[in-house]
């Protein structure tokens, strides 16, 4: 928990300082930035210039030839993502995106506007690859690449959760996730990176997760749940894990498996997986969904990606389904099968209950969760008591990147209106195509960085407070595994009334199972309504 | 940053107009050279931008998906914020570049006490808007110099825009419309202090350009006696190519022209190529189907990766512990 007050973190002065962008330092203060990545996990990778070093140093132990490798690089990138050359090139500052961005809301540091953002790099392009930046310099806002801008990179490309609310707004559709990418990819080629990402890369490399559990440890991590189950329901559910022959492939995201609320969520997933008899099996190798690739580079992502397709191929599954999760959905949806496809040794995926062929994913072949749930209740094939969440009042924040990488937003609130009485949406501007970011993505949700998170994930958490206050929300769900490690801590901070909840902890809650027992507890061994103990409304 | 310079620069652009045909009498120079060089340098160097976007492929479809996907049947998808085919690519596309869509959005973010909340901001979409469509509806306008006869549909604007007036020659309201919202662009430019914070000359230049040339048109127009018709020959004489320098056509005409020109040579140089550019931007002018369709990479390059082979001989034992599933048992 952050020791600094609420009201005090929003004594925020949005005027910018009297010195120009260009003649203002960056300030690493504590709090607002994250630890370095250890060599170990770099020499996992594979990646250069392992060493000890952190941000607040000096000296920050760069190659000799650190600048040649940055400008090389650079042109390497312009040369390969036109998305790149044409969002340096064409953004006319016209400042919409400037108070879109909730870093920039919660802090008030005109840098972290994303135009300007994007202008710290913007700035050494012109130097290093326009004319007129050549020839007239800083009076076209171009300026030559030092060790201190290298540290305002690292700074705020750290401090971006490339959640691309701004690119919604942006007359051009310029996505600053995209420069901030490029961003951290320039920044790893010198080895100045963070461990939150680096580490769990690595860990997924070697061990398929993110956080390095083996395979025997996955294997009684997931049979813990179904004792508790057991408990709930009365059933016992065998899942299976390797299993060559079964039709589908399941992958979430390893917090589902570590970290509460996830493990609820998880638990719904055997559930409901159970309920309908499918024919999946689970894999210790391919254990992780999340891709923190994504928050390095594209090649990581690559590597880490790769996987998913090389295990449901070992396995000869028909197809995959996908857990909760934002960013590895991101990946999915956008990158994977550009990536390592084409995945021809799979099949167009069809629901083996309800005969649905899921044409939007007929290329890739991985299915969503709440996609395929939601195609379940819609025929039918679910038996739903929904009164069993009436002890929650639920809104739901859409996840930065099934909403503005998929566009995925109807389906999860069927879900959820079908699962449960009370949902409340929040307001119009903080949701959907328009939502805010939990403010610890893209790999900045770890705690030395709390109070940057506390700031960012403020508009949103200002949203949940709206409709705490008018509607006694208690519950928020959301579809994606860094939200539900990220959020429980921000609503602590802001809206301590609210707790975090994936959609199918509340899909598992509401499922009427042939042969329970009478349900009396939630996923979370809290009374049900009208059960003894009363709810807690 | 950079204002002062910016206007500097305008002014200096202006006093060489002056000074070049009102002094020195360069009149073919600046009524004949400069046009054909600026034209040159705004077609090659149009087209040379475009081409060097259009050199970098585009790897991997990221479109900004600002609707519901195309997904299941019974879920009412959103054609133009979130297009799964060409169809709605073009219309998505045609909201962007006709309507400005996305800055239509804009909202304004305030914060009072421990609350934030969005108001609406329509102003900036606003001026924008009637700028482009002034400056639009101006340029098409100025064809019936270049035309003989003047196509019907530049009359019937020109009448348009010429409705309300009363004063003799009409007053046009799109000049009075494009000064009008490019004074409102600047002076926001001005006032907002975060868009002040992150101005640079190259966003004041263009601003001042076009307003110089916007009041020098307005002047030539209605405040010196310009022959019309001897503009008429000499516009008609560069774009036949047997240019011609008529007599009578005054001194603000020259300065319009060179200050015209300017803005034709400075434009695919700067941050004005966003006419080009946003045709071309990934983000918006791709369908958001990549599940659906594969999406190639011409770049995509093979990368180490951990294989299981790799993985099961570093766990086997524990796999095999654990009753796990291994391919080898040694």
């Not at chain 1, 705490?468 to 801590?489: F, M, P, Q, W, Y």
Request: net charge positive; hydrophobic share 40%; glycine share 8%.
């Amino acid at each position: 928990m952050l020791k600094t007050k609420p009201q005090e973190l929003l004594n925020i002065d949005y005027k910018p300082p009297k010195t120009g962008w260009m003649k203002t330092p960056v300030d690493f203060r504590p709090g607002t930035w994250c630890y370095s990545a250890l060599p170990k996990n770099l020499r996992v990778l594979g990646l250069p210039n392992p060493r000890d070093w952190q941000p607040s140093d000096e000296d920050w132990k760069l190659p000799p030839n650190w600048k040649e490798t940055i400008i090389r690089g650079f042109k390497e990138r312009l040369d390969r993502f036109r998305s790149f050359k044409l969002f340096l090139d064409i953004c006319v500052r016209c400042g919409a995106c400037a108070d879109k961005c909730h870093f920039y809301i919660g802090s008030g540091d005109p840098k972290n506007m994303p135009v300007l953002r994007a202008e710290l790099i913007r700035s050494v392009y012109r130097r290093y690859f326009t004319a007129a930046g050549k020839i007239l310099g800083e009076l076209c806002g171009a300026r030559d690449l030092t060790e201190d801008v290298l540290k305002e990179w690292f700074y705020y490309f750290y401090q971006c959760t490339e959640c691309r609310r701004c690119s919604v707004f942006c007359p051009y559709g310029i996505d600053q996730a995209e420069i901030t990418m490029m961003g951290r990819e320039l920044l790893n080629l010198v080895g100045c990176n963070i461990n939150w990402i680096l580490e769990p890369a690595a860990n997924c490399y070697r061990t398929g997760n993110h956080l390095g559990i083996q395979p025997h440890t996955f294997k009684d991590m997931i049979e813990f749940f179904l004792d508790d189950i057991e408990n709930i329901t009365g059933i016992r559910i065998e899942p299976s894990f390797n299993r060559k022959g079964a039709e589908i492939l399941f992958v979430t995201p390893s917090g589902d498996v570590f970290a509460d609320p996830g493990t609820y969520t998880l638990m719904g997933y055997l559930m409901l997986f159970h309920e309908i008899g499918l024919d999946y099996t689970w894999s210790t190798y391919a254990s992780e969904g999340g891709n923190f690739g994504l928050f390095s580079s594209h090649e990581i992502m690559k590597r880490l990606n790769a996987k998913m397709y090389a295990e449901a191929k070992r396995l000869g599954v028909k197809w995959i389904l996908g857990g909760e999760c934002g960013h590895m959905w991101r990946v999915i949806h956008q990158y994977m099968n550009t990536m390592n496809g084409p995945a021809d040794f799979l099949e167009e995926p069809v629901s083996p209950i309800t005969g649905t062929k899921f044409e939007n994913a007929k290329a890739t072949k991985m299915v969503h969760i709440v996609e395929f749930t939601a195609d379940l209740i819609r025929n039918k094939k679910l038996k739903l008591d929904p009164s069993r969440n009436d002890h929650l009042r639920v809104t739901f924040h859409d996840s930065c990147n099934p909403a503005r990488a998929m566009g995925f937003f109807e389906e999860p609130r069927y879900v959820l209106k079908n699962v449960c009485n009370n949902f409340f949406e929040m307001p119009e501007e903080t949701i959907r195509e328009k939502t805010f970011c939990c403010g610890g993505g893209a790999g900045l949700g770890t705690d030395e960085n709390l109070e940057m998170r506390m700031r960012g994930g403020f508009p949103r958490a200002n949203a949940v407070q709206y409709v705490h206050e008018k509607h006694g929300v208690n519950r928020l769900a959301c579809i994606c595994a860094i939200d539900r490690a990220t959020l429980h801590s921000l609503m602590d901070y802001w809206v301590p009334e609210v707790q975090v909840t994936g959609i199918h902890e509340l899909v598992g809650n509401a499922l009427v199972m042939k042969g329970e027992k009478p349900r009396e507890l939630d996923l979370r061994g809290e009374p049900l309504m009208g059960t003894e103990g009363g709810g807690d409304v | 940053m950079g204002m002062g310079f910016s206007l500097f620069a305008v002014v200096i652009l202006t006093c060489v107009a002056l000074a070049g045909v009102g002094a020195a009498g360069f009149n073919y120079f600046f009524g004949v050279i400069i046009p054909y060089i600026s034209i040159a340098l705004f077609i090659l160097g149009f087209i040379y931008r475009v081409v060097r976007w259009g050199a970098s492929p585009v790897p991997f479809r990221i479109t900004t998906t600002c609707g519901q996907q195309k997904s299941l049947p019974w879920i009412r998808s959103s054609r133009l914020e979130n297009p799964a085919d060409t169809v709605g690519v073009v219309l998505r596309m045609a909201l962007e570049v006709l309507l400005f869509r996305s800055l239509f959005r804009n909202t304004k973010t305030q914060l009072q006490g421990q609350k934030a909340g969005y108001a609406s901001a329509k102003w900036l979409w606003l001026a924008g808007l009637t700028f482009h469509y002034a400056f639009l509806t101006i340029v098409i306008r100025h064809t019936r110099f270049f035309t003989e006869p003047i196509p019907f549909f530049v009359k019937w604007i020109e009448e348009l825009d010429g409705l309300f007036s009363i004063a003799v020659p009409t007053v046009y309201l799109t000049d009075l419309a494009l000064v009008g919202a490019v004074t409102f662009l600047f002076v926001r430019r001005v006032v907002i202090p975060q868009v002040r914070y992150i101005s640079l000359p190259a966003d004041y230049f263009p601003l001042f350009l076009i307003l110089a040339v916007a009041i020098s048109g307005i002047i030539t127009r209605h405040f010196s006696k310009v022959d019309l018709l001897g503009v008429k020959s000499l516009a008609l004489g560069l774009f036949t190519f047997k240019p011609v320098i008529p007599e009578g056509v005054g001194l603000s005409f020259y300065v319009h022209l060179f200050l015209v020109c300017a803005l034709i040579a400075y434009f695919p140089f700067s941050k004005l190529m966003h006419m080009g550019g946003v045709f071309l931007s990934p983000t918006r002018n791709l369908t958001g189907d990549s599940r659906r369709r594969r999406h190639v990479n011409p770049w995509n390059y093979p990368v180490k990766v951990h294989t299981y082979e790799e993985y099961e001989e570093e766990f086997r034992d524990k796999m095999i512990q654990a009753g796990l599933p291994v391919e080898k048992r040694e």
